[in-house]
Nanobody
């Protein structure tokens, strides 16, 4: 069965950190651009970060630059999103996608004191 599964979400205080993981099963990630998107209540889904298949190129949404990093481990078939200095406005459901073709079910990130 082909699927992507996100994990690592949770409740964190402002200024805290979380590390999200996206694991694939049923296919290998190494030939795909992997993206992280998020959707907050009442807002459209937005792209947060993406990483090329080789890992040599990355893109970040302006509002998360310098706070988030994205990495991949093709040997483990996973992609991670390290989120530091989290802000309340980062609260959303975070999704990973393999080139927009496969999507995970999402993981909730809540930043609140």
């Amino acid at each position: 069965q082909v699927q992507l599964v996100e994990s690592g979400g949770g409740l964190v205080q402002p200024g805290g950190s979380l590390r999200l993981s996206c694991a694939a099963s049923g296919f290998t990630l190494d030939s795909y651009v992997i993206g992280w998107f998020r959707q907050a209540p009442g807002k459209e889904r937005e792209g947060v970060a993406c990483i090329s298949s080789s890992g040599s190129s990355t893109y970040f949404l302006h509002s998360v630059k310098g706070r988030f990093t994205i990495s991949r481990n093709n040997a483990k078939n996973t992609v991670s999103l390290q989120m530091n200095s989290l802000k309340p406005e980062d609260t959303a459901v975070y999704y990973c996608t393999a080139a927009g073709g496969y999507w995970g079910q999402g993981t909730q990130v809540t930043v609140s004191s």
